[in-house]
């Protein structure tokens, strides 16, 4: 057996249902559709798929809580919104081979007894959803739907549109705002109504394409590739300070540094690497421990997190504090106000960061409410967005404590920015990434700042398609007050002075900060 047998990345575009179908030999629709649903759901369990889309969790498990639901009307939809910074191994997959995760989707369909499925994508992924577009339809031409309908929705830029339970509100039409934690798509999913809870099986692209070369090849090929922890190749996204950045599909278990140095050609010359982000949901990884071998246990048990394999590579020249900074209002502008503790949290850290780099607004507990705000944001959240700040922001200042100490003791001294890498495209013949250059205007309602007048003598630049399209204020209604009251804890001497200011929510920011430092101030911070 070939050990590429459970590989998906063609070394070219597939430029046909045909060509792959020749390229595969088998048929895993014909095959799937010959097996009991329980027996394929055996397979997927014994091969160890794990998703691929942040949190791993096996998905022969998952496919069974839908398979045995009592209620008969079960949906499988595909993830393809995908956001995370600094991760771009579902798009790149869908522009060479969107033919395996069409057919892992309909296996998904034939397992849980689904006759609709779903493809949701953000609207801005052009390229991609041409290509899905086009895929479908020749897939209906041969016959392989089987009957399952397939509908592509294009939603939003929001990055919450990747979240399972938003997605599955933007593909009934409304906005990406995820439901109460208590109402995950496998309880309720699609079209849901008091009678009929109608589950849904979500999956990321990477997951279901890998579960037709699973049905072809058999689960112990699969699980003899990968760790014991985490069977099977993956795909990963390299960004940042390296040579040669891409997307990549290895075995699970290379350590950190074979990927960053061996892989993708390590930093550029007279540079060191000094630390990598998992995305934007999980803590740190400094250099001391780039001897770590990439799995979910491995990167655990260091404080970290593999999340959608999507590294982001710093060297010697990047502010910590400027990273921070990026991540931390990015996550404050993305969250939706559902939850009052995370906008709340993460606009004060964020905002906290922000004055470490003003001469005018830099005060001494700047890093303390930075903490603060970080820390507390977690507080009766419907989605895991306010939990990533806390975890991610924290591990930033905590581990470089003392460049946030050195910035808030020059603020004047402030390095340039650093802008976080939101894919807008891989270009493949220079190996290089572009990254969402509106994203630093976006507002915290989900709207842009007027983009700043174009120079009167503009160099020639390649011209990218842009993932973000300018909205008016008034372009988007006000975001919808949660169904239920959420209960969100406060210190006694804040929940007070709150109550004296309700009247003027205009100056609430200021009393909550004045209230914050008072309390700092007690603990001797």
């Known amino acids: 057996m070939s050990t590429r047998e459970h590989f998906i990345l063609p070394e070219a575009a597939y430029r046909t249902y045909d060509e792959y179908r020749r390229a595969m030999a088998e048929d895993a629709l014909a095959k799937a559709r010959a097996t009991r649903p329980e027996a394929i759901i055996d397979i997927i369990h014994r091969s160890g798929l794990r998703g691929r889309g942040g949190a791993g969790f096996p998905t022969g498990t998952k496919w069974r809580s839908i398979q045995r639901h009592p209620c008969p009307t079960r949906y499988a939809v595909c993830n393809a919104a995908e956001g995370e ?16 995760m069409l057919e892992g989707l309909l296996i998904a369909a034939h397992v849980v007894g689904a006759e609709r499925t779903f493809v949701a994508i953000k609207k801005s992924f052009i390229r991609e959803v041409a290509r899905l577009r086009g895929a479908v339809d020749e897939m209906d031409r041969a016959g392989a739907l089987g009957g399952i309908t397939v ?22 039409g409304n906005d990406p705002l995820p439901r109460e934690a208590h109402y995950p798509p496998y309880e309720r999913g699609l079209f849901a109504t008091a009678l009929s809870p109608n589950p849904a099986a979500v999956n990321n692209v990477e997951t279901l394409a890998r579960v037709p070369g699973i049905l072809r090849h058999g689960p112990e090929s699969f699980r003899a590739l990968g760790t014991a922890d985490t069977p099977g190749p993956l795909l990963f996204t390299v960004s940042g300070d390296v040579v040669r950045p891409g997307v990549y599909e290895l075995e699970a278990g290379i350590t950190l540094k074979a990927l960053f140095t061996e892989v993708a050609g390590g930093p550029h010359g007279g540079h060191k690497l000094r630390a990598a982000l998992s995305g934007v949901s999980t803590a740190v990884i400094d250099a001391e421990r780039f001897h770590t071998h990439i799995d979910h246990a491995s990167l655990s048990l260091i404080g970290a997190g593999l ?164 909205k008016a204020p008034s372009a988007r209604a006000p975001l919808p007050a949660p169904a239920t009251p959420i209960a969100v804890r406060l210190m006694p001497d804040v929940r007070d002075r709150l109550a004296r200011a309700i009247r003027d929510p205009g100056e609430i920011d200021a009393v909550v900060n004045a209230a914050l430092r008072a309390w700092l101030e007690q603990r001797g911070a």
Not at 89 to 96: A, C, G, M, V
């Open 85 to 100: 910074p600094g991760t771009f191994k579902d798009r790149f997959l869908l522009r060479l081979n969107p033919y395996a």
């Open 151 to 172: 509908e592509i929705v294009e939603g939003p830029e929001e990055y919450l549109f990747g979240e399972e339970k938003a997605l599955l509100e933007v593909i009934e």
């Open 307 to 470: 999340g959608s394999a999507g590294f982001i590579v710093l060297d010697d020249r990047r502010s910590i504090p400027r990273v921070t900074q990026s991540v931390a209002r990015f996550l404050y502008v993305e969250s939706c106000n559902q939850c009052a503790a995370c906008k709340h949290g993460l606009r004060m850290a964020s905002s906290a960061i922000d004055e470490l780099f003003d001469s005018e607004k830099a005060t001494a507990d700047d890093i303390e409410r930075a903490l603060y705000g970080a820390r507390h944001a977690p507080q009766g959240n419907r989605c895991y967005l306010p939990v990533q700040g806390a975890t991610v922001i924290s591990s930033l200042m905590e581990r470089y404590a003392g460049e946030f100490r050195a910035q808030l003791a020059n603020p004047t001294g402030a390095p340039e920015t650093w802008l976080i890498p939101k894919m807008v495209d891989f270009d493949e013949k220079t190996r290089q990434f572009s990254f969402d250059e509106a994203q630093p205007r976006k507002r915290p309602n989900w709207t842009y700042e007027p983009a700043p007048p174009a120079p009167k003598a503009p160099t020639a630049a390649k011209t990218l398609p842009s993932p973000t399209t300018e």
